[in-house]
């Protein structure tokens, strides 16, 4: 691990925001270098796969599985600057189980007036949602950090949109999931901003009526024995990948039985945070 995160640890105030309002945004999470070199691998990636599959080149378009498609996306798996918010809230037994590389081109088809008639309002993991019924408050179980590529100043750039506090409650607190609705929050952040958000949250895409071609990159990361999103295609990083990378990654010493179990050689970040940032430790739930 780099010993950079030890400057990155999640912050009280940052915590207060996540479990209040199911997000919370940092500025700065990568330096411009970064900014633009991942903006160009996920302009490059984003239009492959629309010339492959016919996909009109000013569509709204997100490539899941992303990580494996280029090797530099790698050092995202456990950025310095951002991995320290996640295990701060989730722990330490945790992997990467989805991601997405994601294009907005701006509207060819709606009107600045028209912004509200593009949402979808959604949360994720759905199925686990819909079937696990025995509390009006679902589980957390996973989160996501969306890093922002391209400045999303103002409302209508394609912010990320969000019900701040929605989370709490499985029962969409409005009428129309497809209308944007007056306590929808455009979350407005310069490129290098990372935006991280509690998988319960109701949040949607919205309208790109900018002039600018928007991207973001999303990580999901989720405990060890949810089952992965998407197909995770990353056995190409595991020869190169550090320990606490494998882990993250999906690797296990035991095979699938890992995934629901605790065992400490497939836990290398654990033993990270206790002699790095021990304070977290009591954080951790016992395991029975």
Not at 41 to 65: A, W
Request: glycine share 6%.
């Amino acid at each position: 691990m780099d010993p950079r995160s030890l400057d990155y640890l999640l912050t009280e105030e940052e915590y207060r925001a996540f479990r209040e309002d199911g997000y919370f945004l940092m500025k700065d999470a990568l330096p411009p270098n970064l900014v633009q070199r991942y903006l160009e691998i996920t302009r490059e990636v984003v239009e492959e796969y629309k010339r492959v599959h016919n996909v009109p080149m000013d569509r709204y378009f997100g490539v899941i599985d992303f990580i494996g498609q280029r090797d530099e996306l790698l050092n995202l798996v456990d950025w310095y600057r951002t991995l320290p918010k996640i295990w701060g809230i989730l722990g330490p037994d945790i992997k990467l189980y989805h991601t997405v590389g994601m294009q907005t081109p701006p509207t060819t088809k709606y009107k600045l007036e028209e912004h509200r008639e593009w949402v979808n309002w959604h949360t994720y993991t759905g199925n686990l949602t819909r079937d696990i019924q025995e509390s009006i408050e679902p589980p957390r179980i996973s989160m996501k950090v969306g890093y922002v590529l391209t400045d999303t100043l103002e409302p209508g750039m394609s912010n990320f949109t969000c019900l701040p506090g929605s989370h709490r409650s499985r029962v969409f607190p409005g009428k129309d999931r497809k209308r944007l609705i007056e306590d929808a929050v455009q979350v407005c952040a310069p490129a290098g901003s990372a935006i991280f958000f509690d998988r319960r949250l109701w949040h949607t895409p919205s309208l790109n009526v900018s002039d600018q071609t928007r991207y973001m990159i999303f990580n999901g990361y989720s405990y060890r024995w949810l089952a992965n999103r998407d197909d995770m295609t990353v056995s190409h990083f595991m020869h190169r990948a550090t320990p606490i990378q494998r882990q993250l990654l999906g690797f296990s010493h035991h095979g699938a039985y890992g995934s629901s179990n605790s065992f400490d050689d497939d836990l290398p970040l654990k033993f990270w945070i206790r002699e790095h940032a021990p304070q977290f430790v009591e954080r951790w739930p016992e395991h029975q």
